[in-house]
């Protein structure tokens, strides 16, 4: 389905507004980073959410599972806060729903994940699938553990004609 010309305007400019900003604190001098915290920047990253999701379009409530993959850009400095990934995701509902992107993630706080994934939705209503570009934005709180960490996250996508919002708990492990 061709998008128009506004909407992928508004998509790039909500992606570079999205990211610019919320990397304002990992840049700034004050924000002290510590080595330890992240030993493990530059690792793959095996993720796992699960949770309620609500298609607001529908007005249905469903499960929420979601998978990604990352790669942390460096051990070190500014780009130590930064990976890019791989995710799938389904809602489960009475009808299918799928997702798959492509994520940026910025680690603004040593806590904070925020995640900007452009990517592609499907989905079976009746007989029939349709698909739609998508985005996908979700803020994960991390709470770290020796080999893994885990947290709540909660998540947003939209296409032309549809929303969905989900909430869950992540958990995720490097490889």
């Known amino acids: 389905m061709q998008q128009s010309p506004i909407f992928r305007l508004k998509t790039i400019a909500l992606a570079a507004l999205f990211s610019s900003l919320l990397s304002l604190p990992a840049m700034a001098e004050e924000d002290v980073h510590n080595d330890a915290d992240h030993a493990h920047a530059a ?9 309620y999701a609500y298609l607001k379009e529908e007005d249905k409530h469903g499960t929420s599972i979601h998978l990604h993959i990352n790669k942390g850009l460096a051990d070190e400095g500014l780009m130590s806060r930064v990976s890019i990934g791989l995710g799938v995701e389904t809602i ?7 997702a ?28 029939s699938w349709a698909s739609e570009y998508a985005n996908h934005f979700e803020a994960t ?7 893994f960490h885990f947290g709540p996250v909660i998540g947003y996508s939209s296409t032309r004609d549809a929303q969905h919002f989900t909430a ?8």
């Open 100 to 127: 798959a992107m492509v994520s940026v993630n910025i680690q603004p706080w040593d806590n904070l994940i925020l995640s900007y994934a452009p990517g592609i939705e499907w989905a079976k209503h009746h007989t």
């Open 43 to 51: 690792e793959i990253e095996l993720g796992l959410s699960l949770g």
């Open 168 to 175: 869950g708990i992540h958990f995720a492990m490097p490889l």
């Open 92 to 98: 489960i509902t009475d009808e299918q729903h799928y």
């Open 141 to 147: 709180y991390i709470i770290e553990n020796k080999d």
